[in-house]
C-alpha cells in the first residue's frame, strides 16, 4: 500500500523530516492522510517535537497537497534541486510544521 519515512534531523533542536510513498492505486482514498496524520499527532503528542518538515518535487501536487492538508506551511523552494528517474531537474519544495502550529490546529 504505500510507506511512512522519517528521519531524525536534529535531536537537540527536536526536529524531524517525514516522507511517504504510497501505491497510485491507493492514491486519492484519503489513505496517505490518514496515515501520516496518525505519525504526525503521535510525533507532536507523544515524542515532543518542536519542528516537522517534508519535501517534495514541485510538480508533485498530490504529495503537497497532503502536505497542506496537515496543516504544514510551505518554508522554500530549492530551485532545480533534484534529479529523478527521467535525468531532468526539478526544484523541491520544502514545508513545515511547528509544534505551537500543531496545537493551534485544535
Do not use: P
Amino acid at each position: 500500500m504505500g510507506i511512512i519515512c522519517l528521519n531524525i534531523e536534529s535531536l537537540k533542536f527536536k526536529r524531524v523530516e517525514i516522507g511517504y510513498r504510497f501505491h497510485t492505486d491507493f492514491h486519492g482514498k484519503g489513505y496517505a492522510f490518514e496515515a501520516t496524520k496518525c505519525v504526525v499527532d503521535f510525533l507532536f503528542t507523544q515524542v515532543k517535537i518542536h519542528k516537522l518538515l517534508a519535501y517534495c518535487v514541485a510538480e508533485h501536487h498530490g504529495s503537497y497537497k497532503l502536505m497542506e492538508k496537515l496543516g504544514m506551511q510551505r518554508e522554500a523552494c530549492l530551485r532545480q534541486h533534484t534529479k529523478l528517474a527521467d535525468k531532468q531537474w526539478h526544484d523541491e519544495l520544502i514545508y513545515g510544521l511547528l509544534a505551537q502550529e500543531y496545537k493551534n490546529q485544535g
